[in-house]
């Protein structure tokens, strides 16, 4: 590649135990009074969040507590959080959960610090300038909120779901400990894993032009070959530490830019999947099942070598050097396989969604941002190709 | 690995023409006067140092120069750098080389906002508590300095050479254009890759009971499978783009502990090397390369599996699943291959350096710290392990 930037400050402490660590970094970092954040009643049930609150406690820290984040957080949530923040004189925010539970967190830290509405930055209106500092108690691998700089939040006035990556946007420090993953059910725990190998394969599909470096493309591939490997242990152990572990980190350097800059990065399976979870609250991990095989067979003319790459380096399918482009789909399907193997869906009907042609138009509408904006980096998708992609994916 | 921390927030800028950029980020990390600090006379040869000036100038920034860093950076040129930053208020100091100058300028930053003697803090007397802010323009891709928390200085009272890895040594960017390293002759070339490789190896042999994740192992063996291979393009045809990317890249990765913590790594190569060259002041990849067969085979016992798995995912040796220490051996001799096949040493006589029995005793009771100190995790090794693996690379 010849350009790319690579920044990924986050101080990360991973390994058993290290949630006790909590108290002393929110204090290196600067807290004085903390807001804690938190989803739904795993965090409670578990004793993790009495924890949190004891070990700030011992570290001389103040703390509020707000929990109730739900999966595909919504703006009304983080808007609750900056206010409290406000009133209570919060100066720091630790997340503690997942990837939904950090972009809120990381919601309020703009709010905060940012004038007007927030939702005019998630749309792109405004620029943020800045961020209260914020930490992460990791509970599920899957996101990659805890090191990368992007949060995503779902505004319940229509329904629109929308991303933003800021330079301000980073964790100070996230606390990774694989045991807090174990009582993560099974559907979650293949969400998340799908999420992760999204992450990678959307910056392993760069535009053609785009020059990668080899030690990129080998750390994807890696990556994706471990994170395959790991999903199928713990489908049947759920609490086989080193797999727990694999997958976490794994979590964290697919979104990270260790697997290539997110910039070059395709992102198209993310847009269309952020229209039907905006919609229908799914998985964002099944979302992007449902529809990566439909994206893939529509786009890989572009680029067919990219597909047979992919196919013999991380599925295993031998190379046939007189047709690339069977290869090429026999990948395709083997990833579709793989999906199918950990209870994944491979088609939008087996979220339990049945998608009408209206649908369709309004999801590519929206997704299209009403027919102004293009996706994609290996191919560009106009609202046309959006909707022959959800009616693919069907 | 039950426990690692992962912390590299270094701002990397990597790409063709990105030394255009140096004024626009030392202004954003808070620059106002500079201390340009830099090496021979390359970098005023090539012109960088001279648009380095310009866009400092351009940024509104003013500077002072310091050259005449040499390899294996010395304490008196640190201490003139301190001397002037002082004089002059210098409040950044950007190096302009490879990891010598970086090293040298890490030791300025200590030295302007340490109080007492720097080499106190180097001899592990006293602890760094801040350092001025740094940034890099790397034209040498090595020592991985770039990203990392380390610098190594010599002493020239008693020739002693010492590590200091601190919270405060990491520069806040660094500027990494491949082609500013097409000028670096071929040993020079090739003593960097060794280097770059000796970073990893020195975290791939981590002490017997430390578990490892399989992604950090797979991106460990890639990375030295990468540099392998480009090492040898490079032999050929310096001027190679996609090579010296691949190279300079995997210079950063490999010490940058996405290759694994530095914490749980063996490093008695690079304690043994630098004992050789704060002595005979010879390129530290060189001396690595010089030593590490002869590491290799004094310690291999202690876990052949480890050496086994080196020798079948990096270097291409066929399994032999009846004699595995065998296989080790072969994987070692393999490497020590590779090394001659770039024209790198692999006993110390070919350093042109005529070991004695009093040398051998010299270096190990400094590199022993007068017989204080055990070095290596693998195998933790005294004085007089250290003499026998002098001995045996002779």
Redo the contacts between chains.
């Keep these: 590649?010849?350009?790319?930037?690579?920044?990924?400050?986050?101080?990360?402490?991973?390994?058993?135990a290290?949630q006790e660590q909590v108290g002393t970094l929110c204090k290196e970092y600067g807290a004085h009074k903390v807001l804690v954040h938190f989803g739904g009643h795993s965090a409670e049930k578990s004793g993790l969040l009495e924890l949190v609150c004891h070990k700030l406690q011992e570290a001389g820290l103040t703390y509020v507590l707000l929990g109730g984040v739900v999966p595909n957080p919504r703006l009304s949530k983080v808007l609750e959080g900056v206010k409290l923040c406000q009133e209570q004189g919060v100066d720091f925010i630790l997340a503690v959960g997942g990837g939904s539970v950090i972009d809120s967190a990381k919601g309020i830290a703009y709010g905060v610090a940012n004038p007007g509405h927030l939702w005019d930055y998630y749309s792109g209106e405004k620029k943020i300038t800045a961020a209260l500092p914020l930490g992460a108690v990791l509970t599920i691998a899957a996101a990659g909120s805890e090191m990368s700089n992007c949060s995503v939040l779902t505004n319940e006035d229509g329904w629109l779901k929308r991303g933003l990556s800021t330079p301000f946007g980073y964790c100070c420090f996230a606390i990774m400990n694989p045991e807090l993953t174990y009582t993560l059910p099974p559907y979650q725990t293949a969400s998340g894993c799908v999420d992760i190998m999204v992450h990678t394969l959307e910056r392993y599909f760069t535009a053609p032009t785009t020059?990668e470096?080899?030690?990129?493309d080998?750390?994807a591939e890696?990556?994706l070959?471990?994170v395959m490997r790991n999903a199928l242990i713990l489908k049947n152990n759920p609490q086989n530490y080193?797999a727990r572990?694999?997958i976490m980190?794994?979590g964290t350097?697919s979104h990270n830019d260790?697997t290539g800059d997110r910039n070059y990065g395709d992102w198209s399976c993310h847009q269309l999947e952020h229209e039907l979870s905006g919609k229908w609250d799914i998985a964002h991990g099944a979302g992007l099942a449902a529809v990566w095989g439909s994206w893939a067979r529509y786009v890989y003319r572009e680029n067919v070598s990219r597909f047979t790459q992919l196919a013999v380096n991380v599925l295993n399918v031998p190379n046939n050097f007189r047709n690339q482009e069977a290869v090429a789909l026999e990948g395709i399907a083997a990833l579709e396989g793989f999906f199918k193997q950990i209870d994944m869906p491979t088609s939008i009907s087996q979220l339990n969604i049945n998608l009408t042609e209206e649908d369709i138009q309004e999801l590519a509408y929206k997704c299209s941002f009403i027919g102004k904006r293009t996706i994609g980096q290996f191919k560009k998708l106009d609202q046309t190709d959006m909707a022959a992609i959800y009616r693919a994916a069907k």
Tied chains: 1, 2.
Aim: net charge positive; charged share 25%; glycine share 2%.
């Design positions: 590649m010849d350009k790319f930037q690579f920044h990924a400050p986050t101080r990360i402490v991973f390994g058993k290290t020059q470096l080899d030690i990129v080998r750390i890696d990556l070959k471990n080193a572990a694999e980190w794994c350097l260790t």
